[in-house]
């Protein structure tokens, strides 16, 4: 079991960039993938990246184009979101969870453990 806790969100321009953090708990949190999910106003929550366990496989959403990077530093127990040329579209709650599962894991569902989530507001 892991626990996570987000931060790093907060109200920017457009074009600005933000980097998040994941905090997990646990001595464990090496052998989990963590997914970045995010949640806008209205709109279900979806994918924006997925880091495995080694930090050797990255995936993103295409809707990030180039402008996020996920990455891990397993010694210090936390995953990162770098976020660069934030547009108002990027507006949303941003979520980080950690999954033990094998698979492609971009759906919510196959995450079980979830951090509480951080706002990112752009303006434009």
């Known amino acids: 079991q892991v626990q996570l806790v987000e931060s790093g969100g907060g109200l920017v321009q457009a074009g600005d960039s933000l980097r998040l953090s994941c905090v997990g708990s646990g001595r464990t949190f090496s052998t989990y993938a963590i997914g970045w999910f995010r949640q806008p106003p209205g709109k279900d929550r979806e994918l924006v990246s997925r880091?495995?366990?080694?930090?050797?496989?990255?995936t993103y959403a295409g809707f990030t184009g180039g402008r996020f990077t996920a990455s891990r530093d397993d010694a210090k127990a936390t995953a990162y979101l770098q976020m660069n040329n934030l547009q108002p579209d990027d507006t949303a709650v941003y979520y980080c969870?950690?999954?033990?599962?094998?698979?492609?894991?971009?759906?919510?569902?196959?995450?079980?453990?979830w951090g509480q989530g951080t706002q990112v507001t752009v303006s434009s």
């Open positions: 969870a950690a999954s033990g599962r094998l698979g492609v894991l971009d759906l919510p569902s196959e995450y079980p453990y």
């Open positions: 880091i495995n366990w080694s930090g050797g496989d990255t």
